[in-house]
T-cell receptor, first 112, second 117 residues
């Protein structure tokens, strides 16, 4: 069935290094969103991408929406301990009545 | 503008008791979503409601679970005769402002951590 998948499931990063996490949908999405959940916390909306090929930056975070609008990536530069948490992507899937469907998340652990 | 409010933050129940989880959406929001999350796992959709209507309950277990969003007051997720497997974090999210694209953005409450003894 239609779904949203994220890789990797876990990302261990040395403080100061860069990394990228990926989100893939089985179908074209009208938009894609990213959320961050700190350990013990709740998901917090980060950003929404709407246009094909769109790139948005938030400080050290760079979000990209693929040309085919089926995938997205989040790149973090110079990782800090404050980046620890789980990053979820989410998109509205037609098979799910266009309600937001979340990926399984990438759990980011930072080694000082 | 107050955010999404959930209470209680922590709830302890013995097997067989009922659990009632409350969610007040952001002011002006008319769409409410409930999710369940087990430790180290993702968000599992349970139910989507608008005022007085259940829009999508495809993620709700067929038995013991029910949800409502009355005309007045918060949305309620009710779990009857709880079992240990119901122990999880339950998050509520709301949406509803602006353009259709903007309305798709969900704002989450702090969650209710349910522990069943």
């Amino acid at each position: 069935g239609q779904q949203v998948m994220q890789i990797p499931q876990y990302q261990h990063v040395q403080e100061g290094e860069d990394f990228t996490t990926y989100c893939n949908s089985s179908t074209t999405l009208s938009n894609i969103q990213w959320y961050k959940q700190r350990p013990g916390g709740h998901p917090v909306f980060l950003i929404q991408l709407v246009k094909s090929g769109e790139v948005k930056k938030q400080k050290r975070l760079t979000f990209q929406f693929g040309e085919a609008k089926k995938n997205s990536s989040l790149h973090i530069t110079a990782t800090q301990t404050t980046d620890v948490g789980t990053y979820f992507c989410a998109g509205p899937l037609k098979a799910a009545g266009n309600k937001l469907t979340f990926g399984g998340g990438t759990r980011v652990l930072v080694k000082p | 503008n107050a955010g999404v409010m959930q209470n209680p933050r922590h709830l302890v129940r013995r097997r067989g008791q009922e659990a009632r989880l409350r969610c007040s959406p952001m002011k002006g929001h008319s769409h409410v979503y409930w999710y369940r999350q087990l430790p180290e796992e993702g968000l599992k959709f349970m139910v989507y409601l608008q005022k007085e209507n259940i829009i999508d309950e495809s993620g709700m277990p067929k038995e013991r679970f029910s949800a409502e969003f009355p005309k007045e007051g918060p949305s309620i997720l009710r779990i009857q005769q709880v079992v240990r497997g119901d122990s999880a974090a339950y998050f509520c999210a709301s949406s509803g402002y602006g353009t259709e694209i903007a309305k798709n953005i969900q704002y989450f409450g702090a969650g209710t951590r349910l522990s069943v003894l």
